[in-house]
């Protein structure tokens, strides 16, 4: 059973930083692409960033130059750094892992629970 934990979610003023971590744990093979995505209220999720195997990362234009994404593939772990956070930042982040468990099984998405960001003026 295949578990990704997000962590790090918070209150910041407008202007400060958080680092978000997104870290999976089970039977894993292989952990192929690892994105951030997030869902404010009354809107549709939307993907902030992601980063392959091979670390080329992929940014939302909202995100870019302020978002830095990155991952540690010996601890099967993802990370979110986000500076100069603004009001409409504020969402709740998921992270969403391409994991293999086995090489019999396909490459399948899993998500995180969430966690909470949320950014004061």
């Known amino acids: 059973q295949v578990q990704l934990v997000e962590s790090g979610g918070g209150l910041v003023q407008a202007g400060g930083s958080l680092r978000l971590s997104c870290a999976a744990s089970g039977s894993i093979l292989s952990i192929d692409t690892i994105g951030w995505y997030r869902q404010a209220p009354g809107k549709q999720r939307e993907l902030v960033a992601t980063?392959?195997?091979?670390?080329?990362?992929n940014y939302a234009d909202s995100v870019k130059g302020r978002f830095t994404i990155s991952r540690e593939n010996a601890k099967n772990t993802g990370y979110l750094q986000m500076n100069t956070l603004k009001p409409e930042d504020t969402a709740v982040y998921y992270c969403?892992?391409?994991?293999?468990?086995?090489?019999?099984?396909?490459?399948?998405?899993?998500w995180g629970q969430g966690t909470q960001v949320t950014v004061s003026s």
């Open positions: 980063i392959t195997s091979g670390g080329s990362t």
């Open positions: 969403k892992a391409q994991i293999k468990v086995s090489v019999l099984h396909l490459w399948t998405d899993y």
